[in-house]
């Protein structure tokens, strides 16, 4: 792929959502908080939680839209903590779960029907993308390249639904580049898809996500896997107006590892 190639380390998805009327709940301080996340990640008994923060596999997570939004969020943060505590494992347990509660929604059973989608389908389309996306990016730190894969593509297949909706392209990219690092496709097999994808997301970035800097990530690295350097020029550029260092910072791995393949 060589200089063609750049690319964005990201987690991307619809934006977490506070219960309505919920008081936000201040952290504890960082040495405290720290303790409290390690206890977490040693209350797990064979990969399942145990507590009152557990989500069960089966559970149904009701259909009042607020609620859900904080459940879900509770979850995913529960998922970061773990990773930031080198936790990936853990990390997986919770997202899995939370997977799992998801689809045992009766909006995941009409995801992909025809018409126009509800409130309730397109709010579980955007969480679950969104924590299929964090599944898949904590598989891939973990070297389970497969199983991170196979999370990707099930939330590709969310986020390219258009009756969904949903502002999120992380799956989408992730789906077509992952077998290229892992050597399993090249830029030249997998140009349909970029083409796709470029189409999909440019459409994004002048609509609702003109100013999600990932967005602008996502259409860079598709355009330069096309060798369409100059497009992609422009696009990192506006990335770089909407991002700040830690932005730039989190672009060079995956660019690294597009090189690498």
């Not at 939004?69 to 919770?94: I, S, W």
Request: with cysteine; aromatic share 2%; proline share 4%.
């Amino acid at each position: 792929v060589g200089a063609r190639v750049a690319g964005r380390a990201h987690r991307a998805g619809a934006d977490e959502l506070d219960e309505v009327g919920a008081p936000a709940q201040p952290r504890p301080a960082p040495h405290l908080h720290r303790q409290q996340v390690e206890l977490q990640c040693a209350l797990r008994v064979g990969g399942q939680l145990v507590g009152a923060s557990a989500v069960r596999a089966a559970g149904d997570p009701g259909t009042h839209l607020p609620r859900l939004a904080a459940r879900v969020k509770a979850r995913k943060e529960e998922a970061k903590d773990c990773r930031d505590a080198a936790d990936l494992p853990g990390a997986v347990a919770v997202l899995e779960q939370t997977v799992a509660m998801l689809r045992a929604s009766p909006w995941h059973a009409t995801l992909f029907d025809d018409g126009t989608a509800s409130e309730g389908e397109q709010a579980l389309a955007a969480h679950l993308a969104d924590c299929l996306g964090m599944l898949g990016g904590n598989h891939r730190r973990l070297e389970q390249l497969d199983r991170a894969l196979l999370a990707f593509q099930d939330g590709a297949r969310i986020e390219a639904a258009d009756r969904l909706e949903v502002l999120s392209s992380y799956n989408l990219v992730n789906a077509i580049v992952l077998p290229i690092e892992m050597k399993d496709s090249t830029a030249t097999q997998q140009r349909s898809a970029l083409r796709k994808a470029v189409e999909a997301i440019a459409r994004q970035v002048h609509g609702a996500r003109r100013n999600d800097r990932w967005a602008w990530a996502d259409l860079g690295q598709c355009q330069l896997l096309l060798g369409e350097a100059g497009d992609a020029r422009t696009s990192y550029a506006r990335l770089r107006s909407l991002g700040d260092a830690d932005t730039l910072k989190s672009v060079l791995p995956v660019l690294q590892r597009l090189l690498d393949a």
